[in-house]
């Protein structure tokens, strides 16, 4: 299993935006599953289930990795995805809702760290426009890398994509102080 898996193609996208789908790739991050273990996690028939694998193993996202008894064993093709398609018409509802979960989710986490936002809602609109921003801004890079074959680790993914932000720091200045007006620290 790679460690991280860049997914740029908008095909792949379209894959992980079926919910069953997704949610099959958040349970196989927990550890290898089979058909039967995920049906019952999904509360979907096994027939539904082994379809939506079938799709995420042709995708290049799951794999067979052994077997349990007398089912497959399932697994993830990487640890982490990073999701960086270009936007497309096709994926790009999904994309909105996954940045507005991110946005809450970031949201989330800094008011569980002590930090209070002075206004929830524009903060988290703020975080959701960022995101989007750095994640356009950032197609060319991320599809170099990604084409190139290079594999990189959770600390290079990390390091990455902080040199991707640094690289747009300018651009986001006025972003950067409006955020900072909405939290206290």
């Given amino acids: 299993m790679r460690e991280v ?6 095909e792949k996208v ?11 790739l958040q349970l196989l991050r927990q550890r290898p599953m089979t058909i ?11 027939t539904t289930v082994y379809r939506h694998v079938k799709v995420l193993e042709k995708a290049g996202l799951v794999e067979e990795i052994g077997t349990e008894g007398n089912e497959k064993l399932y697994g993830r093709t990487a640890r982490l995805f990073l999701i960086k398609a270009e936007p497309d018409e096709s994926v790009e509802s999904f994309r909105q809702l996954y940045l507005q979960v991110e946005a809450e989710r970031l949201v989330g986490i ?12 524009k903060l988290k609109k703020l975080i959701k ?10 197609q060319p890079i991320i599809k170099k890398v990604s084409e190139s074959g290079v594999e990189l680790d959770e600390v290079e ?7 991707l932000v640094f690289l747009q720091s300018c651009e986001l200045c006025e972003k950067a102080k409006k955020m900072r007006e909405l939290i206290e620290i």
């Fill in 36 to 46: 039967w273990e995920l049906s019952r996690a999904v509360g979907k028939d096994r």
């Fill in 110 to 121: 800094l008011e569980k760290s002590g930090i209070r936002a002075k206004n929830r809602e």
């Fill in 5 to 10: 898996l860049i997914i740029t193609e908008p």
């Fill in 129 to 138: 426009e960022v995101l989007n921003e750095i994640e356009v801004n950032s």
């Fill in 14 to 24: 379209k894959v992980l935006s079926e919910e069953t789908r997704f949610r099959i």
């Fill in 157 to 163: 993914l990390f390091h990455l994509l902080n040199t």
